[in-house]
């Protein structure tokens, strides 16, 4: 079975949170993903060390992260209902591209690339 990867923009980092007596850890980062007609956003869990890892990582960055999916069944009791839920865990990423270029950085390309000359051609 290959791994699972998704692709997205990085939208919102959440600071790492602990839980229960164990301290287990969770941190959320949500990756935007341009559809067209819409905007998707995609909830990615680092769980227990890899909550770290997200240090690396900038709001604006393009990622992939391999994850794999969790799922759980849920009743509070037995005459409840049943829920499922999912949570995509991630695994591993790699920044595939970095935040978009201001506007500054881009007319600073602009003129290097016009080399000495400081007159415009037209």
Not at 73 to 102: L, P, T
Request: charge should be negative.
């Amino acid at each position: 079975m290959s791994d699972a990867k998704v692709r997205g923009v990085v939208h919102l980092i959440e600071e790492t949170k602990t839980y229960g007596q164990k301290g287990f850890r969770k941190r959320l980062v949500v990756l935007e993903q341009d559809k067209g007609s819409f905007t998707n956003y995609v909830p990615v869990e680092f769980t227990r060390d890899a909550c770290d890892s997200v240090d690396e990582m900038k709001k604006g960055d393009e990622v992939e992260v391999t994850y794999r999916l969790n799922g759980r069944r849920w009743q509070k009791d037995a005459n409840s209902e049943v829920k499922f839920f999912v949570n995509v865990e991630a695994m591993s990423f790699q920044v595939v591209g970095g935040g978009g270029a201001s506007a500054g950085s881009a007319n600073d390309a602009f003129a290097e690339a016009g080399g000495e000359d400081d007159d415009a051609p037209f």
